[in-house]
Antibody, heavy 121, light 108 residues
Framework: EVQLVESGGTFVQPGRSLRLSCAAS????????MHWVRQAPGKGLEWVAG????????HYADSVKGRFTISRDNARNSLYLQMDSLRPEDTALYYC??????????????WGQGTLVTVSS | EIVLTQSPGTLSLSPGERATLSCRAS???????LAWYQQKPGHAPRLLMY???TRATGIPDRFSGSESGTDFTLTISRLEPEDFAVYYC?????????FGGGTKVEIK
């Protein structure tokens, strides 16, 4: 059974940094594209970033480009999101999601339960 | 960027009724690369459909998807109590991946 467990979400002030983690199990982590998707309170879903199996292909939403960095450690079955220069509009529940594919970006087959990031002064 | 517009925003129906949800793309979505998700309050989204009309594992056949040009439709033939939720479409034909704003199916 696929399991994705996010951690690292917390309350943080604008301009600060935060690193989210996602621990994966139940599948061959090093064979799949992984993503971060966020959902602001009471709002819809927004794709944030994706990374292919060998970290060679990385894409970001324009809203986070230059501030967020997605990475992975296949030896640790872990996905990360380094979030710098945080803004109040980054406040959201951040989901880790497993893609259907290994190199190209497709749809989100499995989701974690999310970790909440609140950016406020 | 492909913008997905979902309508209606809210659908008020009774159990047993048919639900028709729309997702319109601002431009062509290559290779029918559109997925649908269901999200219940306090839960993560769940994949329902991919490539516009292929049901994900374990999804009952009362759920169906179709496509006509840039218009995509999710149909629930007979609403069960557990189907009342928010539904999102998502395109993966081009980067960035984008979602529609969602349709809430509520009990009338």
């Amino acid at each position: 059974e696929v399991q994705l467990v996010e951690s690292g979400g917390t309350f943080v002030q604008p301009g600060r940094s935060l690193r989210l983690s996602c621990a994966a199990s139940g599948f061959s982590f090093d064979s799949y594209v992984m993503h971060w998707v966020r959902q602001a309170p009471g709002k819809g879903l927004e794709w944030v970033a994706g990374i292919n199996w060998d970290s060679f292909i990385v894409h970001y939403a324009d809203s986070v480009k230059g501030r967020f960095t997605i990475s992975r450690d296949n030896a640790r079955n872990s996905l990360y999101l380094q979030m710098d220069s945080l803004r109040p509009e980054d406040t959201a529940l951040y989901y880790c999601a497993k893609d259907k594919g290994g190199s190209l970006f497709f749809y989100f087959e499995s989701w974690g339960q999310g970790t909440l990031v609140t950016v406020s002064s | 960027e492909i913008v997905l517009t979902q309508s209606p925003g809210t659908l008020s129906l009774s159990p047993g009724e048919r639900a028709t949800l729309s997702c319109r793309a601002s431009q062509s979505v290559s290779r029918s690369s559109l997925a649908w998700y269901q999200q219940k309050p306090g839960h993560a989204p769940r994949l329902l459909m991919y490539y516009a009309s292929t049901r994900a594992t374990g999804i009952p056949d009362r759920f169906s998807g179709s496509e006509s040009g840039t218009d995509f439709t999710l149909t629930i033939s007979r609403l069960e109590p557990e189907d009342f939720a928010v539904y999102y479409c998502q395109q993966y034909g081009s980067s960035p991946l984008t979602f529609g704003g969602g349709t809430k199916v509520e009990i009338k």
